[in-house]
């Protein structure tokens, strides 16, 4: 439990969310409401329509999806991570069913969804393993630890991966080569890939230097 300005005890993913919509919150769903009951939680979020989760998203479109696509879903997930960089939130757990797509004659936009598993603490080294085993990083599985900013630029990476080869990541696989890099990717694609899934987290990318990427201009 987490507690306000007041003492009273307060939910994390609920302090979590008052946090972001204070701030505004480009790229996530916002928190209209919530019921603290005495067992459980509800939270009354917005619902875009017509809209649908990035996993079905791509099965709709027989994917994998086209690199032009991918990279407008990209380019959204990577400011919306910023801004909850800003916000001194850690998601933990960014996954394509984690992603909300809303689809409207202007093209896809993303929202990230599921604060279940988000906590303050940009800055620090996390040890309570969050999101899926399969797809931790190294750094996790060798420390036994990982921060924030490198683990988001990791997890995006994973679902880039995923919606542009149209199947799941997996972190041993990559390591030992069963899972690789579509070749026919651009090469600024494939660089921007390869810099996200890097072993070592220090020589990830930041989310800002992402967003700079040619891949983007």
Not at 51 to 74: M, T
Not at 108 to 119: A, E
Not at 182 to 191: A, F, P, W
């Amino acid at each position: 439990m987490f507690q306000d300005e007041n003492g009273r005890e307060m939910a994390l993913e609920l302090a979590v969310m008052l946090k972001l919509r204070t701030m505004g919150q480009p790229g996530m769903v916002f928190l209209l409401d919530w019921y603290n009951l005495e067992q459980e939680l509800i939270l009354v979020m917005e619902r875009p329509m017509p809209s649908d989760d990035l996993s079905c998203y791509v099965l709709e479109h027989r994917g994998p999806l086209s690199e032009k696509e991918a990279k407008i879903i990209l380019k959204q997930l990577v400011e919306a991570a910023i801004h909850l960089e800003n916000a001194n939130v850690f998601h933990r757990d960014i996954k394509v069913d984690n992603i909300l797509i809303e689809t409207s004659s202007e093209g896809p936009r993303v929202y990230i969804i599921d604060f279940g598993l988000s906590c303050f603490d940009y800055q620090n080294q996390h040890e309570l393993l969050c999101g899926v085993p399969e797809t931790m990083p190294l750094d996790w599985f060798v420390c036994n630890s990982y921060t924030a900013g490198p683990t988001t630029v990791w997890q995006l990476g994973v679902v880039m991966f995923e919606i542009l080869h149209k199947m799941l990541f997996s972190t041993t696989s990559y390591l030992s080569n069963n899972l690789q890099i579509n070749k026919r990717l651009s090469k600024k694609c494939q660089d921007f890939l390869t810099m996200c899934l890097m072993v070592n987290p220090m020589e990830r990318p930041t989310l800002e230097e992402l967003l700079c990427h040619p891949w983007f201009s």
